[in-house]
């Protein structure tokens, strides 16, 4: 039965009827639902308006990508589906690379579209920003769905909560029509449609003969390594975590957005002795971790030197919610099916007094190795060059970090983003927020915005200047809702460095350079937020240190040397070498 198309009266007088922009809203309220990351527009201007009127904090931006990355972001801090609001077609597909990026990094997000009508669109005959959203949407996300009446608004916003949360986490696209939202029926009938959805990410318990089969392998190993994953970090079994690596007292290492399960400073870290361990290791047990091209597929080079030696080969115990994932890239001896938490804590329940610590020789080999990095950075990161490069300006953001230990990094560039990753220790969970399993630039200024929107800390993003260079007129967002972010850009004068040149001794500068000397921080000024022009640590620190005080918005232009930056940082190798000289 299609519900009555006649306008509402408004919803302030007495009526007995609602409508589709009220049922949205009260469907996603009635689920938790508290935060909308959008960008207003025909058909979901109102929409926006009335969320905000009903008590839903409505964050808008200059660009749909930064809000699908906020939405996508706050999906993985709070294990709730991030909400992205976007208007029809290009909004839409505005947000698609965040959408994308989102299911490929397990965060759960649902993009709500407004849309043009079906029989328009199926007859092709031209809308206002016509497209078959939900067919372009179905192969970037782990669902899509479009309600076409009023009565279905309950359904559909529950099974997009629900497919983005349960078993691996991921986008979701839910398209909205524009003639849905003034549908109008019955209040009572309205309010009885909506669903609260029970247990939307049901525990997934693993098998006991599977849980077996792990700890006996992992008992026999010379040589264990325990590897988490940003799934680790999802899963907010954190003391669990914590409690596998230090009862078993096998050595670990973080992926990137893992850093901070346990401090980067703790015993059993082997992140300082990557390429010694991965190639070494005789049973490497996977925690929320894919064998992706981050591990080398689990197999053949690590990455960085020349001289690291292959990895693979290894016994492969895995812990993923997702039974597809095993054997992706090589043989896995001991799949270890369902949720981290309830994995973990099951071979928690194996490993007792008597579990046989790791050989001596194996731990003080790791430690050895990573006491020679951390030396050898440490030498590094003393020295004080001028300009600064890469190490000086982390030395300072290692100790602010540091000093602020609940404070939420973002970070995201080429070498600002691997350096950064080396160089600055985390020491709690889910702090580490970065371009993840893509790698893709341009998720800092919505990630920015929504790790202050969702922890209530101050926010520090860590940004190369090509990278700020994707979401940068976010710093008005950022300065119309007067978040406590810190914004350091370090500037380079290009997407690498600065130096490169014209190879045809044209006018053109090369491809990969900027204006050299650009001033960042006046873009933050110009919004009435603080810019703040470093060329020394001094500066620098003193920057950061009055940013995280004031809890003002502040840009750092923290000026880098233009010869620092090696092309792609330590990726370096997947750009594909020329075969012929031209
Ligand atoms: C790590 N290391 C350290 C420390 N931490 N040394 C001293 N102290 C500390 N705290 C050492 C570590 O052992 C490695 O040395 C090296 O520093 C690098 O560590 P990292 O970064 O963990 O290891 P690696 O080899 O770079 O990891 C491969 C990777 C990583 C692919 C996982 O490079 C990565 O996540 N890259 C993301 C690239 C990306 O997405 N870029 C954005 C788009 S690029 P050795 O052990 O001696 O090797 C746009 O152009
Ligand atoms: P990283 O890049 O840090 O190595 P990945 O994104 O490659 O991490 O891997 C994350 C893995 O964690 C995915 O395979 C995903 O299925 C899994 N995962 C996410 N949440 C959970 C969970 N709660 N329980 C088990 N596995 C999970």
Redesign the pocket.
Known sequence: MSANLAPVSSPTEESTMTDGFNLVIDALKLNGIKTIYGLPGIPITDLTRKAQAQGLRVISFRHEQNAGNAAAIAGFMTGQPGVCLTVSAPGFLNGLTALANATTNCFPMILISGSSEREIVDLQQGDYEEMDQVAVARSLCKAAFRVLHAEDIGVGIARAIRSAVSGRPGGVYLDLPAKLFSQAMDAAAGAASLIQVVDPAPRQIPAPDAVKRALDLLKGAKKPLILLGKGAAYARADADIRALVERSGIPYLPM?MAKGLLP?THELSA??????VLPEADVVLLVGARLNW?LSHGKGK????KD?KAWGGQKFIQIDISPTEMDSNVRIDAPLVGDIGSCVSALLAGIDAKWPKPPAEWLNAVFDRRNK??AK?AETLAKDPKPMNFHSALNVVRDIVKANPDAMLVNEG?NA??FT???V?MYKPRKRLD?GTW?V?GIGMGFAVAAAIESGEPVIAIEGDSAFGFSGMEVETICRYNLPVCVVIFNNNGVYRGTDQNLSGGADVAPTVFVKDARYEKMMEAFGGVGVYATTPAELRKGMEEAIRSRRPTLINAIIDETAGTE????TSLNPAAAAKK
């Open positions: 990137s980067d992140a300082a002795a990557r390429s010694y981050l690590t990455w960085g030197g690291h990095n951390v950075m080429a983003l691997d990753r080396s160089i220790d371009v790698g630039m792609s940082g330590r990726i």
